[in-house]
């Protein structure tokens, strides 16, 4: 939650490798601006940057709120990591979204089609790194369709940054919660004939030589059933 220029974009193209660094894309969202600017089939879409999160929460003074909750928890006591979750969560849903953030968004979904069916990404600062991955924790909705509920999956997107599983996973892993943002990324849906996860090296000891058969199923975003 560190504070950022007010001139930062709030949109950028999905392919703007330059601009979608982590601090502005976070970690998915910087990884699909490489895999797009190298000219692999990603489906198009933008980036909602940092700096449209922590204008939601300066606009409406949640930042100390925010941290105040989060250092409440503590990662071997999972009641208190779900307690905190509760209260941010409390505190971000009834707040409205900044005019020029909401914009921002409209202009951009407008200009991928009429009514154009997306997924609503979350891409955190601290995810897809090489120490951590943060697989999961964070949410992405699917199958989303028109201004409105876009808007609503992007709000939904940032008030996951706060998760009990996203607060206990940074605790345990000691990362300062004053320091992580949320970017968000859309992008037009694919509808999926088949989808898996294929792993390229042991996820538990990293050895790249194991045959990976019968070795569980990794999650990267999750998706719950009845999110739209």
Not at 78 to 96: H, Y
């Amino acid at each position: 939650m560190t504070d950022q220029d007010d001139d930062d974009p709030l949109v950028l193209p999905l392919d703007d490798i330059r601009g979608a660094t982590l601090e502005r894309a976070g970690g998915k969202g910087a990884s699909l601006a490489r895999l797009a600017a190298a000219g692999l089939p990603v489906p198009p879409g933008f980036h909602l940057t940092t700096a449209a999160y922590h204008r939601f929460v300066a606009a409406h003074g949640l930042r100390e709120s925010v941290l105040q909750a989060a250092s409440t928890a503590a990662p071997d006591q999972p009641a208190t990591c779900e307690a905190a979750a509760r209260k941010i969560a409390d505190l971000m849903a009834g707040q409205p979204m900044p005019e020029e953030v909401a914009q921002a968004i409209s202009s951009a979904y407008a200009l991928m089609g009429e009514d154009v069916a997306v997924a609503v990404r979350s891409s955190a600062t601290a995810e897809d790194l090489p120490e951590m991955s943060f697989a999961g924790q964070q949410e992405t909705y699917l199958n989303i369709r028109g201004e409105a509920a876009v808007l609503e999956a992007v709000k939904r997107c940032w008030a996951s940054l706060w998760t009990a599983r996203a607060i206990g996973y940074r605790a345990r892993h000691g990362i300062d919660p004053a320091g992580v943002s949320l970017a968000v990324v859309v992008q037009e849906l694919v509808p999926a004939d088949a989808a898996g996860v294929m792993f390229t090296a042991d996820p538990l000891t990293g050895d790249r030589n194991r045959d990976q058969r019968g070795v569980g199923a990794g999650r990267g975003d999750r998706q719950r059933p009845g999110h739209a």
